[in-house]
C-alpha cells in the first residue's frame, strides 16, 4: 500500500488530528482505516467525537458515563467537520450530541449522557477481575493481519490463553488524538476502544468482512487514557446465522475494570 499516494492524507507521526479552525480537523496518516485505504479508522474518530464532547460546555462535577456512536457510512479521510450540542440540559443530568461530516455528509453521529459524581465508595462493588498485566502479556504487531495507518499507529499485547473470538490484550499508543492540544484522559481513552472489534478475530478479515455499524461504550468510573498508557479488553466475538454478529467487551486501564463496550457487525463473506 502506497501511503504517499493518499493526498488527503497529511503525514505525521505525533497526533491523529490537526485543527484547521473551529470546528474543522484534518486527519493524518495515522487515522488511516484498516477495510479501505481512502477512509479513516472509527477509533481516531471517536477519540475526536470525544474530544469535541468533552470540551463543550465543561461540567467537571458530571462524569461522561455513556457514549453511542452511529456509523452513518464510509468515514472518508478528508477534513472532517465536528458540530456538538446539548440536546438535554439539566442540573445532574446532561445529554449532548456530536456529528461529524466530511465533504458536507454526516458520517459519525454521537450521543452522550453526562451523569452527577457523588461520593459512593461505601456502596462500590461488583468489578470484574482485573486482566494480566501488560508485562504478562505477548507481544503482536497487529499489522501483520490488518493494513492502514491507524493499526500501525498501536502497540499490542494478548494474553497467552487468546483463541479465535475471544482473548485478553492490551493497546497503546504515543500518539495525541488532536495536536497541540490538551485532550481529556476519557477522549484520549475513547480514541482506541473502536479496535476491539479487530484484536480477536474469528475468522481471516481477508475471507470474511466483518465491520461493525455502531460502538456503545458505558463506564462506571472515569478511565485514564492518553499517550503510552495502556487500555485492556477482555473480549468475546459472536457471529449469528445470517449476517449479525456482536463484539462485547470489558474495558480496563491498568488499575481495573472501567466499563463496558458493544459492536454490531455485519458479516458477508469478502468478494
Not at 461540567?59 to 457510512?73: C, N, Q, S
Not at 476491539?196 to 470474511?208: F, I, L, S, T
Request: net charge negative; charged share 20%; with cysteine.
Amino acid at each position: 500500500m502506497d501511503f504517499d499516494s493518499l493526498p488527503d492524507l497529511t503525514p505525521d507521526d505525533a497526533a491523529y488530528y490537526r485543527r484547521v479552525n473551529a470546528d474543522t480537523f484534518l486527519p493524518t496518516l495515522n487515522a488511516q482505516g484498516a477495510w479501505n485505504a481512502h477512509e479513516q479508522h472509527m477509533a481516531p474518530v471517536s477519540g475526536l467525537l470525544a474530544h469535541c464532547l468533552t470540551r463543550h460546555q465543561p461540567r467537571p462535577d458530571l462524569a461522561l458515563a455513556r457514549v453511542t456512536y452511529e456509523i452513518l457510512g464510509l468515514i472518508p479521510a478528508i477534513p472532517t467537520t465536528v458540530q456538538v450540542r446539548t440536546v438535554r440540559p439539566g442540573r445532574t443530568i446532561e445529554l449532548l450530541e456530536a456529528t461529524a461530516s466530511a465533504a458536507g455528509r454526516p458520517v459519525v453521529r454521537a450521543t452522550a449522557w453526562r451523569l452527577s459524581r457523588h461520593d459512593t465508595a461505601d456502596v462500590a462493588g461488583g468489578e470484574p477481575p482485573p486482566l494480566l498485566s501488560p508485562a504478562e502479556c505477548v507481544p503482536w504487531a497487529p499489522s501483520q493481519l490488518w493494513p492502514g495507518g491507524y493499526i500501525a499507529s498501536i502497540d499490542l499485547r494478548h494474553t497467552p490463553d487468546k483463541k479465535p473470538g475471544t482473548g485478553r490484550a492490551w493497546i497503546r499508543t504515543d500518539k495525541v488524538v488532536v495536536a497541540d492540544e490538551e485532550v481529556d484522559p476519557v477522549a484520549a481513552y475513547l480514541a482506541l476502544v473502536d479496535t476491539a472489534n479487530g484484536m480477536n478475530v474469528r475468522v481471516d478479515p481477508r475471507e470474511w468482512l466483518f465491520p461493525n455499524i455502531d460502538l456503545t461504550v458505558h463506564l462506571h468510573r472515569d478511565p485514564q487514557g492518553g499517550p503510552g498508557r495502556w487500555i485492556g479488553f477482555d473480549t468475546q466475538v459472536t457471529f449469528g446465522r445470517e449476517g449479525v454478529g456482536l463484539t462485547s467487551t470489558t474495558l480496563h486501564d491498568e488499575a481495573g475494570a472501567v466499563g463496558r463496550a458493544e459492536q454490531i457487525l455485519t458479516v458477508r463473506a469478502a468478494r
